[in-house]
């Protein structure tokens, strides 16, 4: 189980590291498979942030923008608003470690940050269920 303290407070997951970057999934805080899914593509895409673009985490900006990208592939990946949705996730997301400068941060970067959806194809993620993968192949 997760803390209710600190950045971790109401994460479903959250990365840990930098050595070993690891992925800490909140026990506590998820309850069904398809949120399990949605909070590892959110922090993978974190992972991938740190690891691929070099992107630290620990300024605002940076920050920011692995937010709203992982925001674009999980939460906010079947949205009716999906930009309100990217803007509300990323801002909160944000302002966990930095509560004054969240918002701005996330302006600053949105356009740029919701485009790049690697290591995703372009155009919105295809979830299946795990109840739908095809196991004949086996």
């Known amino acids: 189980p997760c803390s209710n303290e600190g950045a971790e407070g109401g994460a479903r997951a959250f990365i840990m590291g930098p050595h070993p970057l690891s992925v800490v999934v909140c026990s506590n805080r998820v309850s069904s498979r398809d949120e399990i899914e949605e909070v590892l593509v959110h922090e993978l895409v974190h992972v991938y942030d740190v690891k691929v673009q070099r992107l630290d985490l620990r300024l605002c900006e940076n920050l920011a923008y692995s937010e709203i990208r992982a ?26 470690i930095f509560p004054e400068q969240a918002r701005t941060c996330v302006q600053n970067v949105f ?6 959806t690697a290591p995703f194809p372009k155009g919105p993620r295809v979830r299946r269920r795990f109840t739908e993968v095809d196991h004949s192949e086996r």
């Open 111 to 116: 356009a740029t940050a919701v485009n790049d």
């Open 71 to 96: 925001a674009t592939q999980a939460e906010c990946s079947r949205a009716w608003l999906p930009s309100y949705c990217i803007q509300q996730k990323a801002s909160n997301a944000t302002s966990n």
